[in-house]
């Protein structure tokens, strides 16, 4: 049974629109949950992470909310830039060290258009 | 600027042929992973490599062996490889950074198994 649910599955979105992006997961325990963006043909990049029970974070245009009581986390993208076209990519931790394993979501494929 | 390699990028291989991927990465990382990704699906753990000569089976180890002798590089072996083994599997290292692990991720090699 997938462990993190990602939606939408996809979107479209004009340069310089704002999107969000959504992950439900159900992993126990839930250490820490990360973003990462993956260009198409490409390895994933780690866009920021998050470990606190109600948690927020900023990283540019990017910016990350997570909610450890409702195990639910969004992905805010602000003006959005043609380069910005990806898959987005939400995975859990369930611990905080090397023994403990990532549970990745199937992703968000983001397509920016002029 | 800290970098996972993998060898080769692109491989075409007949059913039961043996097939090995190579990975490097230059930080003195000890932990290093192997998954594979398919569409519609997260990424699925294939072994995870605790230190030279240290691995564990992760979550879809069948049809798979890794190797690990020098901290650097960790290799996946697919012994008389199958048509469902076509994929394309991601390398990654690991650091700890402040309470989560920090993954690193290769390009990924793209294998087609006919």
């Known amino acids: 049974k997938t462990q993190v649910e990602q939606s939408p599955q996809s979107l479209v979105v004009r340069q310089g629109e704002n999107c969000v992006l959504q992950c439900n997961y159900s992993v126990t325990p839930d250490n820490h949950l990360r973003w990462f963006k993956q260009d198409t043909g490409k390895g994933l990049v780690s866009l920021t992470v998050?470990?606190?029970?109600?948690d927020k974070t900023s990283n540019g245009r990017y910016s990350a909310t997570l909610d450890k009581d409702a195990k639910h986390s969004t992905l805010h993208i602000t003006a959005t830039l043609l380069d910005d076209t990806a898959t987005y990519i939400c995975v859990v931790g369930d611990r905080g060290s090397a023994l403990g394993r990532l549970h990745f979501g199937a992703g968000t494929q983001l397509i920016v258009i002029p | 600027d800290m970098k996972v390699t993998q060898m080769p990028r692109y491989l075409i291989k007949r059913m039961g042929e043996n097939v090995l991927l190579e990975c490097g990465q230059d930080m003195s990382h000890e932990t290093m992973y192997w998954y594979r990704q398919d569409p519609g699906l997260g990424l699925q753990l294939i072994y995870i490599s605790y230190d030279v000569d240290s691995n564990s089976e992760g979550d879809i180890p069948k049809g798979y062996r890794v190797s690990r002798k020098k901290r650097e590089h960790f290799s996946l072996i697919l012994d008389s490889a199958k048509t469902n083994q076509t994929s394309v599997y991601f390398c990654?290292?690991?650091?700890?950074?402040?309470?989560?692990?920090?993954?690193?991720f290769g390009p990924g090699t793209r294998l087609t198994v006919l």
């Open positions: 990654a290292s690991s650091l700890l950074q402040g309470s989560s692990y920090e993954q690193y």
């Open positions: 998050l470990v606190d029970q109600k």
